[in-house]
């Protein structure tokens, strides 16, 4: 008897476990990859982690010294996001399955004012799109601080 009542509570237990994994929001496993993404950047890149974390809380006055750093940072989780190529193309059509469909318009009005209409480095390009991205505030998935 004590052995079905084990199994059971295995079985219980497994279930539920199994449940909550299904029934999970999938933007908790987009959150877990932006981060791996953001720490294999910063050991990729070298930049210091103390200018990341001032970059995922609002600051962003850089010494002249760690901006490179911090722009090949921003290429490299852009790039790993699958948003953005090395030459700095943004990929729009990745970006907006990532949004929910009711908001997409507003998300492509939103990429197409952060992105720059000059010609300049890809890091430059991916650096200044994140920076105008967090100070519009949004909230959409596609931002690579959810």
Request: charged letters at 25%; one cysteine or more.
């Amino acid at each position: 008897m004590l052995r079905i009542n084990v199994a059971v509570a295995v079985f219980i237990v497994n279930l539920i476990r199994g449940w909550g994994q299904t029934t999970q929001d999938p933007r908790v496993g987009e959150m877990l990859l932006a981060k791996r993404y953001q720490m294999e950047c910063i050991e990729e890149t070298r930049v210091d982690p103390d200018i990341i974390a001032g970059i995922k809380n609002g600051r962003w006055s850089i010494p002249w010294n760690a901006r490179p750093l911090a722009m090949k940072w921003a290429l490299c989780v852009m790039m790993k996001r699958g948003l953005m190529t090395k030459e700095g193309v943004y990929k729009l059509d990745v970006a907006l399955r990532m949004v929910p469909r009711e908001e997409r318009d507003a998300a492509e009005k939103l990429i197409d004012s952060c992105l720059s209409p000059k010609a300049i480095p890809a890091e430059n390009i991916a650096f200044e799109f994140i920076h105008c991205f967090q100070d519009t505030k949004s909230n959409y998935s596609v931002s690579i601080f959810i």
